[in-house]
């Protein structure tokens, strides 16, 4: 018997680049907030949001 596992929410994903530039641009969409100079987050409600970013 198997039982489905839960992710904890909200759903945080980290992204780090080689570059600054695609942070840069990612950073001008709603919701994604620049951490650093190459590095973006997103939160969202569940894992399906997030992952339609």
């Known amino acids: ?4 596992y839960v992710l904890d929410t909200p759903v945080t994903l980290d992204l780090t680049y080689k570059n600054y530039r695609p942070s840069q641009v990612a950073a001008l969409m ?3 907030e620049r951490t650093d100079a ?5 939160v ?8 339609h970013v």
């Open 44 to 51: 969202g409600e569940d894992i399906v949001q997030v992952a």
């Open 30 to 32: 709603p919701g994604i």
């Open 1 to 4: 018997d198997f039982e489905p």
């Open 38 to 42: 190459h590095s973006i987050r997103y």
